[in-house]
């Protein structure tokens, strides 16, 4: 029989499998995306559905999420979103069309919100001491950043071998035996006190209105930017944002407190997490797209080329990144980070039809690598610094929303301006190839600018200095 604290430790390992089961289906279809596109007769715009349904829901039920497991015990809905994540990982790969796979994706998102919001509740109420906490939140973290980054590679090793509905279908054992695994290890649910309110009404409107936005973008280039269709669902999108607004700013128990925002660096890091995510999945999907579809890499070799970023990432988020706060502060490493990565996608614009890996894609990958393995943990460390420790928990939340949101309405309006750019070339004759070797540089000129104007929003406004409380947890987990 395990002690109680061998227990605890096993629980947290346990717990940091499903989160990064759910961490990896983020990145890991982004070198499967051709081999989708292939097989379900994906257009290059809509193929961003696939991304984006997943990152919508996700972002879009994270409080939501969280707020579940307060009210109604974290044990229980973690193991609900297990299930949930893992049928719909089914349904993935078994997917026979488009709107199938698009539907299923976006339940599996949903399932992987609540699994991770709910995550980080347990481990709180696993480590109650000090010490031990930083210790678990520093391994949380790490499976974070490295699973994140370990996507691409996995991605392309399952995706040569087995085809692309296994990147779906790996998901199902690795369920099952955390479920039965959490089943054992985590305690009994204690019954929340006082009343249980739902802000139900603020989830869906801030929904249904980033996927109307996204939608908007995404087919604006088929159904023209002037169009009714754009502007209407524009407009109902603008007004059900203003709704969620609204909502939030008059329900007693908001699921994005306004007055965070009041706090100038957490509404900082939020701008800064939209602006880089918008260019960090410019490059995870467009730089996959450029390498198969330009360069000719089967899905094995596109995995193997993030293999810098992701080392370089691991040995960033393992500790050197919190030392690196620690000695310059949270200022620095963000804004120096944010403008290496957008150096390495500057890199990648000059991307030619002819490239090879050493010359036309290494470099970038080392800059992004660096640039991101910088910025990550102090971005977040950011939008915790200047709210009081008990609210930590609930401004980590809400900076992850803003990242997954801008990923997904970034990624739309970049891949709606490079599919625009390609048609525009071949209706004057440019050859196919070149057209939309074109477009991708123009997509990662985009993703340059919103990810350096990320770094000028941190140089100019994140105040340097961590709160004691935030300093202690650094000083610990490192």
């Known amino acids: ?15 940091c499998t499903g989160v990064l089961m759910i961490v990896l289906d983020t990145t890991v279809v982004t070198v499967a995306l051709p081999s989708i596109q292939a097989d379900l007769g994906f257009s290059g715009t809509n193929l961003v559905w696939v991304l984006n349904a997943y990152m919508l829901t996700f972002g879009g039920f994270l409080l939501l999420g969280g707020r579940l497991g307060d009210l109604y015990g974290p044990r229980r809905w973690f193991l609900l979103g297990l299930v949930l994540f893992t049928v719909a990982s089914i349904a993935c790969g078994l997917a026979q069309s488009q709107l199938a796979l698009v539907v299923w994706r976006a339940v599996q998102g949903l399932g992987g919100a609540v699994v991770t919001a709910v995550a980080l509740s347990l481990i709180m109420n696993l480590f109650s ?23 691409e590679v996995l991605g392309g090793v399952l995706t040569n071998w087995l085809g692309w509905p296994s990147i779906f279908l790996i998901n199902v054992p690795i369920g099952i035996g955390v479920y039965f695994a959490c089943g054992k ?26 996927m109307l936005a996204v939608y908007a973008v995404v087919d604006g ?26 909502i939030e700013s008059r329900v ?3 699921l994005m407190p306004l007055r965070l925002f009041r706090l100038r660096n957490v509404c900082v890091a939020n701008i800064v997490g939209v602006l880089w995510a918008a260019g960090m999945f410019a490059w995870f999907v467009i730089s996959a797209l450029y390498m198969q579809h330009v360069l000719g890499y089967d899905p094995l070799r596109v995995g193997l080329a993030f293999l810098p970023a992701d ?3 691991a040995v960033f988020s393992a500790g050197l990144s919190a030392r690196m706060v620690m000695r310059f502060g949270i200022r620095a490493p963000t804004w120096i980070g944010l403008a290496i990565a957008a150096a390495g996608l500057a890199l990648f ?24 393995g910088m910025a990550f943990n102090p971005v977040l460390l950011a939008a915790m610094n200047d709210v009081a420790p008990h609210e930590s928990g609930l401004a980590s939340g809400v900076v992850n929303t803003a990242f997954m949101m801008g990923g997904a309405l970034g990624l739309a309006a970049i891949a709606s301006a490079a599919d625009a750019r390609s048609a525009a070339l071949r209706s004057h004759g440019t050859e196919a190839l070149v057209a939309q070797n074109e477009g991708y540089q123009l997509a990662f000129v985009l993703g340059t600018v919103v990810t350096a104007l990320g770094a000028l929003v941190s140089a100019v406004w ?12 650094v000083v610990e987990a490192s």
């Open 221 to 246: 280039n088929a159904a023209g930017w002037g169009s009714f269709q754009t502007i209407s669902l524009g407009a109902v999108a603008a007004m059900l944002l203003a709704a969620f607004l609204a």
């Open 1 to 15: 029989m395990l002690a109680l604290k061998d227990k605890r430790w096993l629980a947290l390992y346990v717990l």
């Open 349 to 372: 614009a000059r991307a030619p039809i002819g490239g090879t890996f050493v010359v036309d894609v290494l470099p970038g990958m080392v800059l992004l690598g660096l640039g991101a």
């Open 129 to 151: 001491e000090p010490a031990e906490r930083a210790q678990a939140m520093g391994i949380y973290g790490f499976v974070c950043a490295a699973g994140g980054s370990i996507g």
């Open 311 to 313: 080392v370089i990432m």
């Open 462 to 473: 994140l105040r340097p200095k961590l709160q004691p409380a935030v300093q202690r947890e």
């Open 252 to 254: 007693a128990d908001p």
């Open 185 to 210: 290890l985590l305690p009994r649910d204690v019954p929340a006190q006082g009343p249980r309110r739902l802000d139900v009404a603020g989830a869906l409107t801030v929904t249904l209105g980033l």
